[in-house]
């Protein structure tokens, strides 16, 4: 939703991550462990700080992207990389209605999105991805794709370049090779995978996922541009609960994603929101700058609830559609669970992820696969 996953869950555009030094590890643990090292060995504040991420921010409720303060200059450069990635992704035949994704490929797939997520750190960017491909989804129509949802359409070219989705360019580029590897599997099972990967990667739940999603066709399938959510609109939770409630998801559902916002940064250049810099974004390895909405930025637990709360530190971000869950009384009453109690925010947080990677799919088999 905004360049985050903002649900980040959106907020801004992410510069391909540059490679680094750390080739070795792919799993959760070792992943996370990395991650709070590099972190302790590069802080000088008090606070811990993280730094690794190459990747901007969740932005699934926070279409940030979708400001109109995006520079001319990153303008044209994002429509380069559109141009160039959707030449080697579009070039493979789309799926057709029959096809289905080979349980085999899928965890072969997984592997190698753990060893990705474990170099690049672009935990966020690949959450937002497959938020942003679901988050299209409306009840209020029957047809399929024609109803959005997780159906792999935002690999086409005029969906890509949606104000909402700026940035994810990149994404589809980290992935790239994976797809090509691994052909039997969909384009919208391999960013549900990936996204539900990155959240696990990172410390979080484990996501009761099933795959066998079937892709749109082409770019006639893509649904029309503002379907997903903004981040400083006038009246945040009204706003929040019209774009939640039209997928078929409830108040629960909606701060239980917001969460996920532990994840990321905001970059003023790309989406108008943030500050350039911060005591924990200045450093690398991950390319360096925009603004967190936690100090461990790469690390998913509880803390976002807790920083919101409490509104203490200038360095860290704090939206609209942030503030609002905490300023709705029927938000609250989430919030300050999650803030309180970390188990039962990974335990609502593991549902409604699972619930937001199904939105508006088809599924063959029609019980889906589970790997």
Not at 341 to 348: E, S
Request: hydrophobic share 35%; proline share 6%; aromatic share 8%.
């Amino acid at each position: 939703m905004a360049e985050r996953v903002s649900l980040t869950l959106n907020g801004t555009l992410l510069s391909p991550p540059p490679t680094t030094t750390t080739t070795t590890m792919s799993s959760s643990l070792r992943s996370t462990t990395a991650a709070s090292l590099l972190l302790r060995s590069s802080s000088s504040s008090s606070r811990s700080t993280l730094t690794l991420s190459a990747s901007s921010s969740l932005s699934f409720v926070r279409s940030l992207v979708s400001s109109p303060r995006l520079s001319s200059s990153s303008s044209l450069s994002q429509k380069y990389r559109i141009a160039s990635v959707n030449r080697s992704f579009n070039s493979t035949t789309a799926a057709t209605k029959s096809s289905s994704s080979d349980p085999d490929q899928l965890k072969n797939a997984r592997e190698d999105i753990k060893e990705l997520l474990s170099t690049k750190f672009c935990h966020p960017i690949l959450v937002r991805l497959g938020w942003h491909d679901a988050g299209t989804y409306n009840k209020n129509i029957k047809e399929w794709p024609q109803r959005g949802g997780a159906n792999g359409s935002l690999r086409f070219d005029i969906e890509l370049k949606h104000a909402a989705n700026a940035g994810l360019v990149n994404a589809l580029n980290l992935i790239k090779d994976i797809k090509e590897k691994y052909s039997g599997i969909s384009y919208a099972d391999l960013f549900q995978l990936a996204s539900a990967t990155a959240i696990e990667e990172a410390g979080g739940p484990k996501i009761p996922m099933k795959y066998g999603r079937v892709d749109a066709s082409g770019p006639e399938d893509c649904p029309e541009e503002g379907r997903l959510p903004d981040a400083g609109p006038p009246s945040p939770a009204t706003h929040l609960r019209e774009v939640f409630y039209r997928m078929g998801l409830d108040d629960k559902d909606i701060v239980a994603l917001s969460g996920a916002h532990t994840l990321g940064r905001s970059r003023p250049e790309r989406s108008g929101w943030g500050k350039p810099e911060t005591k924990y974004t200045k450093e690398g390895p991950g390319a360096p700058g925009g603004q967190s909405w936690t100090p461990e930025w790469l690390k998913f637990d509880n803390s976002y609830f807790k920083e919101i709360k409490e509104k203490r530190d200038e360095d860290l971000l704090v939206l609209p559609t942030d503030a609002a869950i905490f300023e709705d009384s029927s938000f609250k009453v989430y919030a300050e669970k999650y803030a309180a109690d970390q188990d039962a925010f990974f335990k609502d947080y593991a549902v409604a992820h699972a619930k937001l990677s199904n939105l508006g799919a088809e599924f063959n088999p029609p019980e889906g696969i589970v790997i």
